[in-house]
């Protein structure tokens, strides 16, 4: 009966994380969906409100590393200055995956189709949860 009762608690607790993580993956997601609706409508202030709004967010891209959430801002305003610019952005994801509780690695591709010509590339971000909200900590665009 003990070893019964075992297994019954080790199959609630193997249940309870993969809900968990399930859950965490879909609001992952949403974070996502909500930043590709962001751009889309040419709100990069919106788009970003998905980032760490802190000096410690760390973006790589073609031009090095950028830290701060009001500096990577920035470079999207100088580097998207128009809708022309923005286009329409969609993601592939790959794979979303735990690194430890409340952080997960995302990667993917990122597609713009836009009037001064399209932009494809790759990205790794790492997500975290900050106050009750998923939110980029590192991204690693090319």
């Given at each position: 009966?003990?070893?019964?009762?075992?297994l019954?608690c080790i199959?609630?607790?193997?249940n309870?994380i993969?809900?968990t993580e399930?859950?965490d993956?879909?609001?992952?997601?949403s974070?996502l969906?909500?930043?590709?609706k962001?751009?889309?409508?040419?709100?990069l202030?919106?788009f970003?409100q998905?980032?760490?709004k802190?000096?410690?967010?760390?973006f790589?891209g073609?031009k090095?590393?950028?830290?701060?959430?009001?500096?990577?801002?920035?470079n999207y305003?100088?580097?998207?200055?128009?809708k022309?610019?923005?286009g329409t952005?969609s993601?592939?994801?790959?794979a979303?995956t735990?690194?430890?509780?409340d952080s997960?690695y995302v990667?993917?591709?990122?597609h713009?189709?836009r009037?001064?010509g399209n932009?494809?590339g790759v990205f790794?971000?790492?997500?975290r949860?900050?106050?009750?909200?998923w939110?980029?900590?590192a991204?690693l665009?090319?």
């Amino acid at each position: 009966m003990k070893k019964l009762l075992l297994l019954f608690c080790i199959l609630l607790t193997i249940n309870a994380i993969s809900q968990t993580e399930a859950a965490d993956k879909e609001a992952i997601l949403s974070v996502l969906k909500t930043q590709e609706k962001a751009w889309n409508q040419n709100d990069l202030e919106g788009f970003m409100q998905g980032y760490w709004k802190s000096d410690s967010l760390k973006f790589y891209g073609s031009k090095g590393v950028t830290n701060g959430w009001q500096k990577t801002l920035d470079n999207y305003r100088k580097g998207y200055p128009s809708k022309e610019y923005t286009g329409t952005l969609s993601f592939t994801i790959e794979a979303i995956t735990k690194i430890e509780d409340d952080s997960y690695y995302v990667m993917g591709q990122f597609h713009l189709v836009r009037d001064v010509g399209n932009a494809n590339g790759v990205f790794l971000i790492i997500f975290r949860k900050i106050e009750g909200e998923w939110k980029v900590i590192a991204d690693l665009s090319c």
